[in-house]
């Protein structure tokens, strides 16, 4: 039977090299099958060597939602140091999903009071723009002009 080790992934930001990540402790990789949309993703390099490294191929993955069950699909190593340099898992089962919440039937279902939307102001016309209001006008002190 194949060992199966939880492995913490995190999503990947495309802004940033493979390299950078490689030189910081993260792995690039994807992650892809059954119904999983393609995602690139991050490892911490020291937990998936440790875990390769024990023979571990199978992994549950975790961080993008719900656990993940995915093999190592294909990995590119470097040719002198031998790391491992990008990772591609392929999801072999279903997501698991959450406990289902149980539901009401529709004749039980308690109606929720709506909440009411914040009021919207109509737009001003331009007539209504070029009009200064009464509101926003001060009233305008005039100092005495001194008469000689």
């Known amino acids: 039977m194949t060992q199966q080790e939880k492995l ?3 999503e990947r930001d495309q802004t940033v090299s493979p390299r950078k990540l490689r030189s910081v402790g993260y792995i690039p990789g994807t992650v892809y099958g059954n119904e999983q949309t393609p995602a690139s993703i991050q490892v911490k390099a020291y ?13 549950e993955l975790e961080g993008l939602g719900a656990p993940i069950q995915a093999k ?4 590119q190593l470097d040719p002198v140091k ?3 340099l990008h990772i591609q898992f392929f999801v072999v089962g279903k997501r698991q999903a959450s ?20 009021p919207v102001e109509e ?12 509101e926003a006008e001060e009233p305008a002190t005039e100092e ?4 000689h």
């Open 8 to 10: 913490q992934i995190f």
């Open 47 to 59: 937990d998936l060597e440790r875990a390769l490294s024990r023979g571990v191929r199978s992994f």
């Open 72 to 75: 190592v699909k294909e990995m």
């Open 82 to 84: 031998q790391k491992v």
């Open 99 to 118: 406990k289902p919440e149980k539901q009401e039937p529709k004749a039980q279902q308690k109606a929720e009071p709506e909440a009411a939307p914040p």
């Open 123 to 134: 737009p001003k016309t331009e007539e209504q723009q070029a009009e200064p209001s009464a």
């Open 144 to 147: 005495p002009v001194p008469v």
